[in-house]
């Protein structure tokens, strides 16, 4: 039987004036009141106030008296800021409620040609932080500025230190840590354009191991994030590394097993880390495809050898990253598998944005929704879910505040309730309809339409790539071969969107 969500008190959505806040939220109230005029009332609006709980860990909760006037009782300042976009949005929960987590984030990938202004960036985070999130990891793998390496990021719009510091101290004003996500590794391919780094590559987008240069530059990828963030954390990658070893390092160092070549570079990257004064996340699917008869990351069968896992160091925390599978017992699974190999895990589930025009909630229900009821069944401590811009950040950004919010409702509450989506987000996105926006992700038909695209109607070089790799009997309709549907799923889209509505004074989230 389906559990039912807890039930919702809906209330006229009113202007406050907001008293005496706490010095640790006064300035993140004084953003949020810039842009909702809600929260400017004047002398004869209902007071908000604040109290915090003591440290209690206990549930954050609203109390509405009659005369209007709110009290929000809070332990975290991210809770607190979540109870503020209730109140905009008029509808607050019957019963208190917590998300269990340390940490509570996302992944925000600025790397495919997707680099945003600081202005649009730190709106972003306030948004983010009315949805009740604390954490924002910026995943750049070549755009930011190193001093001493003219060709990094060149000509990619990368961000400078004052650009970095200034992210950085506008999440902190809002309760959020900014948490470098970098690559020390593999997906380097932008700066292997540049004959500067032939010296530290392997092959493909991957560094070259054990090479000093190599760590010489990672030095400095390290050290330019620890002089500009406040967090003592940095997100080192390492990740899909595919063919690690079988370029110049197999001419220089012999051929060495996969295991033995990423202990010895975890290893340096670790003391890299230490001389920096942080602590280090990496991606851990190495680890298990070098333990997988199939070199797969998923295989609950995967063997790491207990002389391997004992060598990764203490100051490395592993990160467990799946946005496909659909059963909360396998993210169960691989969560235990992660405790078992190195300790308490870093959980990065998805809103779907890569290979899409638009964010997919479909896509997002299925695989994040059980990872968040498994996150929460085992006790995670950190979880956040990541917005890929694969093969150029072409997805519309905003649409993914749809996806967003159905995860933070979902982690706070159990269950996400779309009635109460729907207010909350008119209330903070400037009109824009949750509905509307979660469902047309599903009239764009999300992993098709890229390729039809661009696929010459004539030649269909995607369309049998696609068949040919399938071998599936769907590939050999008209859908596959001729598009013959296409125009007809572009108009039910348009006629969608038609029927929106739109969003009022440029908040995101909005449908054009």
Known sequence: MKKQSKPVTRRKAASFRICNPPRELAQALKLAAARYPALRGGPGAPELRFSKNGGSAAPFSVEVAPDGSALVRYDRVREAMRAVGQLLSGSLPAAPESAPFDSFGIMWDVSRNAVPTTEYAQNVLLKLALLGFDTVLLYAEDVYEIPGEPYFGFDRGRLTAADVRALDARAAALGIRLVPCIQTLAHL??????????????????????????????????????????????????????RLGQGKFKEKFGERETFEIMSRHVDRVSEICRKAGVEGIMWSDMWFRAGSPKHDYYDLAAEIPESVSSRIPDNIRLCYWDYYHDGRKFYEDMISRHRQLHGEPVVASGAWTWSLFWHCQRATRLTAGPCIDACRALGCKDLFFTMWGDDGAYCDFESAFAGLAWCAEKAYRGEADENVLEKRYRALFGGASWKAVAALGEAVSPWADRDRIWDDPLMNLAAATMRAAADDEIWMTDRGTKHRDFPALLRRAVSRLSRAPRAAGGEGGSVP
Do not use: P
């Open 189 to 242: 391919d932008q700066i292997f354009r540049w004959d500067a780094y032939a010296g530290v590559r392997d092959l493909d987008g991957i560094l070259l191991a054990w090479e000093d240069a190599t760590y010489a530059l990672v030095e400095k990828m390290v050290r330019f994030w620890a002089s500009n963030c406040r967090s003592r954390v940095v997100h080192l990658g390492m990740d899909e590394a595919w």
